[in-house]
Every structure is written in C-alpha cells, then in structure tokens.
C-alpha cells in the first residue's frame, strides 16, 4: 500500500498540540544515546506528518480552523 493511498479522518488542532506537548520538537542531549535520539525523531515525525495533513485538510476545506 502506497502512503498516498492511504487518508486519514479528519484531525483536530487539539490533538496535534496535545501531542505536540508530549513529544516536543527539542534538540537531543549530548548524553542521549544514539537509540533514543532516533527514537525521538520517529516520534517528532509523526506529530510533523499529522501537522502537515491537518494543515492540508484546511486547504481542502476538510476541517476548519478551530478556535482557541
């Protein structure tokens, strides 16, 4: 299955904030094992794609903007 097959519901400012507070967007440590970095950047990733598909979903007018 190619990923352009594939849509996603409707997604929601909230959540990708809420996630965005528990997987926030910061540099790794100097003591951070190479494992976590990675695995840090995998979870960043999937808060960035979300974020990118909601702001597509606006363009298309598939959500609208919410107010906060």
Excluded: H
């Excluded at 352009?4 to 929601?12: F, G, R, T």
């Excluded at 540099?27 to 974020?51: E, F, H, M």
Aim: glycine share 2%; proline share 4%; hydrophobic share 35%.
């Amino acid at each position: 299955m190619n990923q352009e097959d594939i849509v996603l519901p409707a997604l929601s400012q909230e959540l990708i904030n809420k996630l965005d507070k528990l997987f926030p967007d910061k540099c790794p440590l100097l003591t951070d094992a190479d494992r976590d970095i990675w695995y840090k950047v995998g979870q960043r990733s999937v808060i960035n794609y979300l974020q990118q598909t909601y702001d597509d979903q606006l363009q298309d007018n598939i959500v609208t903007k919410q107010v906060e």
